[in-house]
């Protein structure tokens, strides 16, 4: 069975925090979300960017974040402050970047390619630093398989809901049909680049049924996971995008009667009422995959 | 680093650290401000001196009102002020590998 590490690592829940408030990032790993993303962007103001920085850098060095990935998410490509945020993304060791705003593919490239001189500059080793991409336009959304395949860094793709809206003339719905297509399209582009995919934050804190909705709706889709914004998030996604029980004996019994048919050269039987065949095998095997990385399984 | 200009950098909020800092004509003037200076004073005032030494700031007058910060953010908040202070581009390379 393989695990769930560094780039397929396991990532339902990305909690977003702003960079430049200490009382939120000195110990935001006791939430347990998957990762944590350091906002260096919307959340700080313009003139506090520096500041931001310094403490990202410490928090980085210091705070012990245990098995939480610690991604730092960049203001946009187009502003004078994304070279010097690599710059201490790198030097204080965060496991990925989230470029914000991304519209091709060589957005991503240009971002690789800082990201390359600074892991030379402070000494990390050349390709430590993963990347994402923000994708918060139509144009993002029609070049995603282009964007999904630029780096080798690049371990997925992420649509950002409130500027998606803005720039298609519309604002959230609970039925979600404003993003139905760019949610699909930016999944099939993931899939096949083999890279993951992300669900946008869930505005309305205080709605936790339209949550949980919005949640099931894209696990049912296929997205590995959602960028919170919120702690009190963390739990329902967690329940929605790992397996329960039954799956997991299930799969296992899937696995395991697979591997027994082939072996004699069977190959089409039965399993709990269920026709199985070898294509059931890669679907079983990430679902104990994922279990194991949630730690229901050892 | 040459403090030329009045700066502040950081928050009253809790857990974090507001820096002021002035130029002064010769020598390190520092000041505590926290409820906690009984249990705490030494030990911010130590790691405030020691980011200044770091950055080889040799004169400044220096107000660090605590609100309950950890040592990664009075370091983070003084070392700030001091770029501030001494007229950095905000979006200048700094030297992150001699930031200790």
Redo the contacts between chains.
């Keep these: 069975m393989s695990e769930l590490t560094g780039k397929s690592r396991l990532r339902r829940t990305m909690m977003f925090l702003s960079a430049q ?3 939120l990032v ?1 110990d935001a790993y006791v939430y347990k979300p998957d990762s944590v993303m350091f906002d260096l962007e919307d959340a700080v103001a313009e ?1 506090q ?3 931001a ?3 990202l ?3 980085l ?3 012990d974040y245990g098995n939480v990935e610690r991604i730092v998410r960049i203001n946009g490509l187009d502003t ?2 994304w ?2 945020d690599i ?2 993304c790198v ?2 060791g965060a496991d990925g970047i989230r470029i914000a705003k991304c519209e091709s593919a060589q957005d991503v490239k240009d971002v690789a390619a800082a990201v390359s001189k600074a892991e030379a ?2 000494g990390s080793k050349e390709g430590s630093t993963l990347l994402m991409a923000a994708l918060e336009s139509p144009k993002g959304i029609l070049n995603a398989y282009e964007i999904c395949m630029a780096s080798e860094r690049l371990f997925g793709v992420a649509i950002s809901g409130g500027d998606f809206r803005k720039s298609m003339q519309t604002r959230y719905y609970a039925h979600g049909i404003e993003m139905q297509a760019a949610r699909g399209q930016m999944l099939l582009a993931a899939r096949a680049a083999g890279v993951q995919c992300f669900d946008t934050i869930f505005q309305n804190l205080d709605d936790i049924e339209g949550f949980r909705k919005e949640t099931q709706l894209i696990k049912e889709m296929g997205f590995d996971g959602k960028s919170l914004i919120s702690p009190k998030q963390i739990a329902i996604v967690h329940e929605i995008f790992s397996p329960t029980e039954k799956e997991i004996i299930e799969a296992e019994k899937i696995v395991r009667t697979v591997r027994e048919n082939s072996a004699k050269g069977i190959g089409v039987f039965v399993v709990d009422g269920k026709m199985i065949d070898i294509a059931f095998l890669p679907g079983a095997e990430r679902t104990l995959a994922i279990a194991k990385a949630a730690g229901l399984m050892k | 680093m040459e403090i030329t200009k009045s700066a502040i ?2 928050t009253l ?4 650290a507001q820096v002021t800092i002035e130029p002064a004509q010769a020598g390190l003037e520092l000041e505590i401000c926290s409820s906690v200076a009984d249990q705490y004073g030494r030990q911010i005032k130590a790691v405030a001196l020691e980011t200044l030494s770091a950055l080889g700031v040799k004169a400044a007058k220096v107000v660090i009102n605590d609100k309950g ?5 009075i ?3 003084t ?2 002020a001091v ?2 202070a001494s007229g950095a581009d ?5 030297n ?2 001699g ?1 200790k």
């Design positions: 408030r200490p009382g000195k003139n960017k520096d500041a920085r310094f403490s850098y410490h928090t060095k210091t705070v004078p402050h070279q010097e710059r201490v030097a204080g500059e402070f | 950098a950081g909020e809790s857990s974090d910060a950890l040592d990664c953010t370091k983070a908040r070392e700030c770029y501030r905000p979006d200048g390379k700094v992150w590998g930031v």
